[in-house]
């Protein structure tokens, strides 16, 4: 008998993305699916989508086999999108846009020729798509880093984009599809490094430089702060006595040395004195 042992995958990391929060990404693909799925549901691209909905949103790496598929490029002063849409959906959101009912599951699209509609089509889907995109990206963005996201992605023509650069890739299905099967696909954005570098620095924790800076210039001794307390008297009694006191009874105590304490550890003693009608500590000495 031959045992085979399996051993667990560890996920690579990439040094290139040591601290950088790329862990924080499925929080950026949350957003985005409800940034896609309500610019879906607008009355104006009602034409368009019908009734497609949004199933997931995910980060990857391009590995090589997104190359088969056709990308158009849009591009912007603040970085370049690169957008793919799996034909049988675009073919979908032709039927609804020039007025079929319900698109086709079941239809092979590689039967259905190429047109310059369709392809005008893709262009237009794509520009909406990658400017919903940029708009989550940049709402991300701190305020005083945003801006440079707001500008209008232009198409810039097909290209396939870098090998190993990042990629969302959208899921979308038609439930109402023809033929009784639900319609699946997908589309995808290809970020390139500028746009990627964007996403992460919107998705690094909240800072303020002036008080990290203000908090650096002093020691540690300076900023760790510590709550102390001061024990100005104490008095044993016994139990008799403490059950036997009224209301105006005096109990008699002379004042020594305060105790100081941290977390009922002895610190210091101190003596008490009076300063503009308040009991303050003074002449601190170590206990020993």
């Given amino acids: 008998m031959t045992i085979i042992k399996q051993t667990a995958q560890h996920q690579v990391l990439d040094p290139c993305l040591l601290g ?17 799925a309500q610019a879906m549901r607008l009355n104006v691209n009602r034409r368009y989508w019908g009734t497609f909905q949004v199933d997931s949103v995910a980060f990857s790496r391009l590995a090589g086999e997104e190359n088969t598929l056709r990308w158009t490029n849009f591009s912007a ?38 047109t310059a509609t369709e392809e005008r089509l893709a262009v237009l889907l794509g520009q909406q798509l990658a400017g919903t995109l940029a708009s989550r990206i940049e709402s991300n963005l701190p ?87 001061g024990r100005l008297v104490s008095k044993e009694m016994e139990l008799g006595n403490l059950f036997d006191l009224r209301i105006g009874d005096v109990i008699p105590i002379s004042m020594h040395r305060a105790e100081v304490l941290l977390d009922d550890s002895r610190l210091f003693t101190a003596a008490v004195s ?12 170590d206990v020993e």
């Fill in 20 to 36: 950088r929060p790329v862990h924080r990404l499925p929080a950026f693909a949350a957003q985005l699916k409800e940034d896609l």
């Fill in 77 to 114: 002063p603040a970085g370049q999108i690169a957008f793919s849409l799996e034909r049988k959906v675009l073919l979908a959101v032709l039927n609804y846009r020039y007025g079929k009912a319900k698109s086709n599951a079941a239809a092979d699209d590689s039967a259905v020729k190429v």
């Fill in 274 to 285: 009076e300063h503009k009608g308040k009991l303050c500590l003074t002449s601190f000495e």
């Fill in 143 to 229: 305020a005083a880093a945003a801006g440079a996201e707001d500008e209008g992605f232009k198409p810039a023509g097909a290209g396939l984009p870098a090998k190993g650069g990042w990629v969302i890739s959208v899921t979308v299905s038609d439930p109402d599809s023809e033929g009784g099967q639900p319609l699946s696909g997908r589309f995808l954005f290809a970020l390139d490094k500028p746009l990627m570098a964007s996403v992460l620095r919107g998705l690094q924790p909240e800072r303020d430089p002036v008080r990290r800076a203000g908090r650096n210039q002093a020691p540690l001794g300076a900023r760790l702060q510590v709550g102390l307390q």
